[in-house]
């Protein structure tokens, strides 16, 4: 159900040829299509303007697919994100057009075209090669929410030299999504060269006191860098929805 | 040191007025107030169009007054967070023109108008009465960047009709932040409402397993609504700084 | 031994039929069944009105064995939590009338009718289709008490609108138990809806900063939504448990 | 505005002498008296059945002044909790009917009279001397919701049998209320004794690898005894407000 | 290297027959059979009057067989903890008197007769069925060191009077170990029942606020019960060894 | 009450001239002199040997008066630990026999003559002149408990020599206690160096990473000497106590 | 590039042949390699004077390869450290000359001569045979550093007299790098006994309460031996690379 | 007792004017002088090349006045750090020619001419003017140990560029301190620009998830630049102490 429909239903009740009661009963049940174990939210492409995301980790591939197929089912795109490489195979063969993207550990499904999010470039900054897994989570969502980003990566502050290099390019960018695992530094080295918003993303990559991130997260929650903000630990997905709101406000902003 | 006189002097260079050697002398040294133990910066009012921020918890009263009057002698204007009463007083009695708010525990000096940084409004939602000191500091603070505000205060989830009654005005808001402790989940009830950028911010608000904000804090970087980005606990300074970065960039794509 | 076995005895204590010695010595010797690693409890049946429980986790296929056959012996309902799917198989293969739930990593055996747990239904609440594992569990635990539920899935706070269309059902249960993994706030949102008995059950759903439940964990004991109590992480089972508690006190007191 | 008034006013919308639009105007605009810092919520009342409660730490006393002073005005009952002395002083003052309890940190007002809740007694058993205040708490807000309750203080498990001889009144009771420091162990041996529904309340009581209650608190989440639920640490104002869930819904059964 | 070769190389030096450089020498080189990857103590024996203790976990096979079999060389007995079945079974077909206990994880081998240590008896008390590999442990290192020990199994305290019937033996013991999972509430319940030496073991056993042990250890460092000391987690070694002290230390005196 | 008292009912029971229901009541009423906040339980010191001991922290100047005076009137010892300078002035006005050791935070009262404990001294090992207090708590702990002792001060492991130079005092004891804080490697030095029982107390002597003694906790539990126990941070009161149940079961057995 | 290609390159920009854009075009560009994934580093050598290490962690075998062949291509050695055996088997078959060492987890090349950093030894003190991947690595690191180092295996501080024995070796070298688990008391005895530089590593190596390292850090960092520095959990290159740093300057400090 | 005395000592041993017994007995009594309260180790100067260091902090001011004037009468110098004013005030009192460093919390004695210790110098770099109190003690240190040093304040990496321009003094140390609070990034930025010993000082500086210097302190230990170690956090004067060992084995190596 898409916003048109909606609009369409509320002038039938303006135009009186809806009476209230049947209104509020069709916009009740639309959207809510209850598969028994998941409640697929078609009202929230209305109210985010951006598709159905699905979570694969914690579910059955089972689920996933029936999850996926009831989307396709009304027309939307679909984003699976870290989803484990069997349940991919099994969505991939239940659903042949869904394109699975290892490394990004992500499933997408491309039913409408993505139309361009504003015209901002988003900076993709990353510290090691290590850190990949997340950036390719991070490009493979702003795919699909139409942000056109440019990477950096392998730009660690032990070799400082390599990044302000690249400064130009962080300057010119909308927003700037910096990933970095162990210490985190690479946060706050960019928050103080450039002035855009800049989203930081702990990863997990590191062993013994980074704590599966824990030092990362605290790192970029305390840097002496000013106004910068923090996702999850190896949220790449969250960065990419973070800068996808800036855009989209923006973007309304500009009309 | 503004931004035209960087320009004058590169002109300079390009004229050939002012050799290579002497025009980097000059750059070196301008920047670097040395006051024996801070380096006050003018150039960052040049890299990232804000005013020196001056933290004061940590600072003794006379480091506060050394490089408040130093930042003043050249004109800029001022802001200091986390400054204690006493601190506070110490300063107002040094620069009579500087004001105190002792709700939001900071000092700031007006040398310069205040231009408006675009033209959205930020919605400052805070959860209950506790939250205040925090809400109050991202205020000031916002007041300072010339970000136009609108407050939301005492909207707890506990309640969440009250919430639901502001919707609108969120949903016009350029960038919402949310303040909130215990377990911080308003973040996510507004995180799902809006599509707009929301910055949460944690508070130490709460007592016993909300352990001094690590509760929120964490809750608020595993929210369940999408792209919501975290900063420090009680850091109402750097959510205004974030949203700051998020106007600023907009408004310079606007031109 | 059930509760008239024991009325019995101590009827023939007060008849005179039975000497004090021998009945302490039946007494003590009736409850405890020594299988040499676990002392089967069969005075727990009286204390608590409700059968055995076996945690699964922990202990080997064999020693499960051992412990449900003695408990059949005496012709207990059984209920088997947190066991692996093999062991399952090794519990079906030695007593065929058990019945291996796989979703909620149950066995159960009913060798007696379970008896409706008063009037009331509990309203089982879970935020997303990854904690469905913790609600099966709790289902099915319900299930063995006789107490009568109704599920509410997949409505999680990121979209509000879904939870508040399902009120009045929350208003009218008896107790409402909620299961949310991440940062937890449903407990939040629905302890504001109603007040009824609300039983918060944190799960390990979730990654990163959400340390296997933590995040959840510490929302719920701060929430800002007075008198909410909380189970263990994933403990599907104890908020099955106390629901029971709450039931049977008040069946008990209807009398 | 009590539950009578919101009926009242129902009754004329059905009764068609007020429009709808008049009455969702006054519905609106009722249950929010700002004050400019807080929202006092009065349709709390109509929703959990409780006055509002004002949670004093975080709080100035011009602020809680404030807030106690527009629901007297409403004609409500107040209860602040965990309150320092000096503002207690403050508000007594202010308003002399205000009664402050300084052993449990509270303020209480009594505009109305408080009708019992339900016919069950609570059970409130404390393991030390040095738990009082929070079980002070726990009392002041039973009695300011109505509930009757007996004490059971000092009964620590280091003791045993001083527990055990006071089994009979834990039975009886409708519901138990374990508040324990240190390793908390009493709640798991009263969750064995009883099949009541038994909240516990870990407190801060105690040093070193306590950690403020840390050790309490995890010690009765992973309690051995099922079905037993968790407060906040020192939070004896939930345990009370849980058990007001329970009692009420009990009574609403019961009608 | 026993005892008697240290006093009688030391008696030649008396007499004069060993000039004192050589027995420094001497002295130095025999407790260091040096394996290039570890050093065995022989000196140890003399010590502390127990044999080389093997910790299985971290070492390879290869290593565990070559320490083993430098210690049967020397004719001690020897104890590997903590060893996985597959290096068990290297090190079973390496040395075929070895026994290997699969429960306790343990292998042992007997070289010389194991005096037992003092008349007192251990009461080696568990909580639950899953705190049985530590409890077995615990009992094959005390077999290992001579000592008596009578177990009390499954015990737990949500069925306190189970314990209760067991106080005799208790009492009667000279030392007690506890061992327990979860909250390790039984550590405190045991201390004061009884005014032997209670030496208190938490266990892994548990899941989510259990932390793997946490919550236990965290319990029983703060236990109400006074005099109560505590070992690592799951160390069921290190509780029988202490026992072990304390029943050397009291047959040396009673000599 | 002493064991005489509870020996000489009993006989009276045995010989017929108390009825069984009357010793019954006797024997409840006795032990519990209910003071309105504390039960002073007469029946420890016939169940442990020893008196009653207050915890003076969390507790009022008046509730420590009324429990010191209490005991004092059925003529048992007193001993208060973590009492605060203010609260032993007011304790000692009240009860001037009492004696205040304000290094040890404790107070003490002698209404018998304290017979020693077994003929073995106690070594009490401490790291460093910060430890003091603890030690100083242990130590008065133990002059109430009839325990011989002698001091091994400032013996950190920074200065092995020191601490090997006293080495045969050690063997010689019957038990060691180890007091050390910042990483408390001491008790694995002495640990290795005896093989009497150690008891490891740990305290928040430290700073930073030391994380108020939890540093020396972990390193205690997870000393790499063999059967070493741990006390609760700070609690030399609780090592004191340890030491009491081994020479109390010695002596036991002595007999 | 090597240093002397850098210099040559100044050299010409001084004597006029390279006009300055060239120079810095020339500059610029060479460092950089740009693989897709990962920016090797060629400039490291100039400023570190090591060759590029390879984090294996985190990267595929793919990567690995690539990387390595890059770096093998400018004639640099190759040091990948934690790398996986089926990643190591990769790399090998893809670069014979690759050596892969198993117990330390690296592989390494040599494509050029290793010259001797400095003639002072490293002393390599670890405290059991668990712990010996870490010193392995260490070793392996020292190795291609050109760092002559000896070992001092298995010398817990339970057997104290096994490290005194070996004092002069430690006091005559230049560095001393103690690798320890469990409590990690290791590093303050051998910081106590000489006044060289000392590195401690923690391991992960223990169980329980070691929490994966965090007891040895936490020791390390709060040891009572002065001037005692701490690398990462397990970080056996870090420990050789600091020891690499001090040898430099102290090379360079020669000349 | 000096170097120097000891060698006279043993001389005389070796020409057979002193017995072995009475030398023994000469060095054992020597080096101890028990104040009761704390052996004061004379030896250590031998051991370590450095004068006694009394931490101030846990200390009364009469056990430190006690301690250095047993120092001051052997005529060492003295180094008192983390001492409180009050204490300090009392110290220079009682010692007038103690010099009290409030900035550094220090208070220093200068019996004997402090020779500088070798010829490099230590580049001391802290982030921000809320460090300087780690860094005065740093600093004061230093002098005490006869390093020179030189400062490089305020040089956070939001301002990478006011760092690079400090870059040749720090590649020309001997040793870089690096001293930063927050996130602790200063440490991997200065890491990855010098080869030089890099040794990192995590402070307590900062608020919420900084968690008195937690953040930093993970930060620098899973720092992505190569071979940096990490003290306690706050601890200049363990860096200080750190940098001595390598400045001293340095000019023992270049005899």
Known sequence: MDEQRLKDLLARVQAGTAPIDQ??????????ADLGFAMVDHHRAIRQGVPEVILG???????IVAIAKELARTGQNVLVTR?????????VEAMPDV???????????????????????VALVSAGTSDLPVAEECAETMRMLGIEHERVFDVGVAGIHRLLHRRPLLEDAGVVIVIAGMEGALASVVGGLVD????????????????????????????????????????????????????????????
């Open 23 to 32: 209104a509020v009963a069709e916009l009740r049940q639309l959207p809510f």
């Open 196 to 255: 855009v918003p800049v989203i930081a993303v702990p990863t997990s990559v590191g062993y013994g006191a980074s704590f599966n991130g824990l030092a990362a997260t605290l790192g970029m929650l305390t840097s002496c860098a000013s106004g910068i903000t923090v996702c999850n630990i190896d949220n790449g997905f969250g960065a990419a929805f973070a800068a996808g709101r800036i855009l989209r406000a923006r973007k309304k902003a500009a009309k």
């Open 83 to 91: 989803i484990e490489p069997e349940k991919a195979t099994e969505l």
């Open 57 to 63: 980790q914690g579910k059955t591939g089972a689920q």
């Open 99 to 121: 394109r699975h993207n290892a490394a990004a550990r992500t499933c997408t499904l491309e039913k409408a075209p993505i139309p361009r999010l504003g015209d901002a470039k």
